[in-house]
C-alpha cells in the first residue's frame, strides 16, 4: 500500500529508557502495514459464472407452408333491378336482412299492368270470335264446292275464305302472346330474390319512379350477397405455385385442407379447402388466382374482408426444433448460443423453418447434440464460461433429437 508522507510523532519518554523507546517506535511504524497486509472483498475471489438454462434441440414432424393474403367474395352477388317501370308501391323487407330465394321484396304498381292484361285479354276473346266465325265459313265454302252440280261457289271464293281462316287463327296466335306478355309484366310488378343471401340497404323509396327492362340504366333496387358458404380469393407466386405443384406431382389440389386467420385471430382457427386455381399465369405480376370455400353458418366473414390463408407446400417430415425464445438476431443473421463440453458460449448461425407452436424449425446450422441456451441469453456472449442447467425443451410426448435419432 501507499505511505503516508506525514512524519510520525512519537511519544517523548523519560531519559535512561532506551529499550522502551526502541518498541514502541516498532509498534507504531507497524500499524500501517498491519492494513496493508489484509485482502479486500475483491481479492477474495472471482464472482461465480453465470446460470443460464441450456435445452437439446427436439425432432418434430413438420409441414412447410405457404401464406398468402387475400379478401373473402360472395359466390353470388346480385344486383336487384326492376323488369318494368312504374312508381314502387311496396317494400317487403328490412335493410340488412337475410333473405331466400323467391321472397317478395318490392311491389311496383300494378294497376296499369292488370289493365294491359285485362284489354290483351278482350282483343285475344276477339280474335277467337273471328276465327270460329272464318271456320264456319270455310266449312260451308267446302261443302259447296264439292257439289258439282250446283257451281254456287267459284275456286277463289273457296280460297279466300280459307286465306281468311288462317289469317284469323294467326291473329289469335299473337293475340295469346300478347295475353302472356301482359300477364309476364305484372308478374315482374313483384320483384323477388333471385337467391338466397343477405340483401343490403334499399335504394329506392316508396313513391319513386323506377326503370325497368335492359334497354338504358334499370333502377337499382337492391343488392344481396350470399353468406354460407362463403370464397376467399388470393394469388399464388410462381414460385410457389412451383412448390406445391411438385408435391401433388401432378395431381389437382383442388380440395386441399387450408387454414385461415383474420386480422384479430391469433392463430389459424378457420378450416376450409382450395375450390379453384386459375388456368393461367398473369404476365404482368408473375401470380396466378386461387380460391378456397369456407362455411360461414354464423356469418362470421363478410364479403370484402381481409385474411390470411395459409397452405400446405411440403410433405411431412423430421426436423429439429428448438423454443422460439432461443433465437437471437444479429442485423439479417439469426443464431443460437450453445454451451461446449468446457461450459464456454458459442454462437451458431442458423436457417430458420416454420414455427409450430411455441417451438422454431431449425434447417441448418445445428445439430441434434447441441445444448442450446433457452433462458439467459442477455447474460452470456461468446467464450463466456456459464454454469449450464439443464431444461426439457420438448413438450409433452416430443423426444429429444438426440434420443430419437438413436
Do not use: W
Amino acid at each position: 500500500m501507499p505511505q503516508s508522507s506525514r512524519p510520525v510523532a512519537l511519544p517523548r519518554l523519560a531519559s535512561g529508557s532506551r529499550a522502551a523507546r526502541l518498541g514502541l517506535l516498532a509498534a507504531v511504524l507497524a500499524l500501517p502495514l498491519a492494513g496493508c497486509g489484509q485482502p479486500t472483498a475483491q481479492q477474495q475471489g472471482a464472482p461465480p459464472p453465470p446460470q443460464v438454462t441450456v435445452a437439446s434441440p427436439v425432432s418434430k414432424q413438420v409441414t412447410d407452408t405457404d401464406e398468402y393474403v387475400g379478401r373473402f367474395v360472395a359466390i353470388d352477388e346480385v344486383n336487384v333491378r326492376a323488369r318494368v317501370s312504374g312508381y314502387l308501391d311496396k317494400i317487403h323487407f328490412t335493410d340488412g336482412q337475410l333473405v331466400k330465394e323467391g321472397d317478395l321484396l318490392f311491389t311496383i304498381d300494378q294497376r296499369p299492368f292488370k289493365i294491359a292484361l285485362d284489354q290483351a285479354q278482350a282483343n285475344l276473346a276477339q280474335a277467337k270470335a273471328n276465327l270460329d266465325f272464318t271456320k264456319a265459313d270455310l266449312e260451308r265454302a267446302r261443302t259447296l264446292l264439292e257439289d258439282r252440280t250446283s257451281n254456287a261457289i267459284s275456286k277463289q271464293t273457296f280460297d279466300q275464305r280459307t286465306q281468311a281462316e288462317r289469317t284469323a287463327a294467326a291473329i289469335v296466335q299473337s293475340q295469346e302472346a300478347q295475353v302472356r306478355s301482359a300477364q309476364l309484366d305484372l308478374a315482374f310488378t313483384e320483384v323477388k330474390a333471385p337467391v338466397s343471401g343477405q340483401i343490403g340497404d334499399r335504394r329506392v323509396s316508396v313513391g319513386n319512379y323506377v326503370t325497368g327492362g335492359t334497354a338504358g340504366s334499370p333502377t337499382l333496387l337492391a343488392v344481396i350477397v350470399s353468406t354460407d358458404p362463403i370464397r376467399f380469393e388470393f394469388t399464388i407466386d410462381e414460385a410457389s405455385l412451383l412448390r406445391i405443384q411438385r408435391r401433388k406431382a401432378g395431381a389437382d389440389i383442388k380440395g386441399d385442407p387450408v387454414s385461415l386467420k383474420l386480422i384479430d385471430d391469433k392463430d389459424f382457427a378457420h378450416q376450409g379447402q382450395l375450390d379453384f386455381l386459375n388456368n393461367v399465369i398473369d404476365r404482368e405480376t408473375g401470380t396466378i388466382r386461387g380460391r378456397a370455400v369456407f362455411e360461414n353458418k354464423n356469418s362470421l366473414f363478410r364479403p370484402g374482408m381481409f385474411g390470411r390463408i395459409r397452405l400446405q407446400s411440403s410433405a411431412p417430415y423430421q426436423a429439429l426444433a428448438v423454443p422460439d425464445v432461443a433465437i437471437g438476431t444479429e442485423q439479417v443473421k439469426k443464431f443460437v448460443y450453445v454451451v461446449g463440453p468446457d461450459n464456454k458460449i458459442g454462437q451458431k448461425v442458423v436457417t430458420l423453418g416454420p414455427l409450430v407452436g411455441d417451438m422454431r424449425v431449425i434447417r441448418e446450422g445445428l445439430a441434434a447434440d447441441d445444448k442450446v441456451v433457452v433462458n439467459g441469453l442477455m447474460r452470456v456472449r461468446p467464450g463466456v464460461v456459464v454454469n449450464p442447467q439443464t431444461a426439457d425443451a420438448a413438450p409433452a410426448g416430443a423426444p429429444p433429437a438426440a434420443a430419437a435419432a438413436k
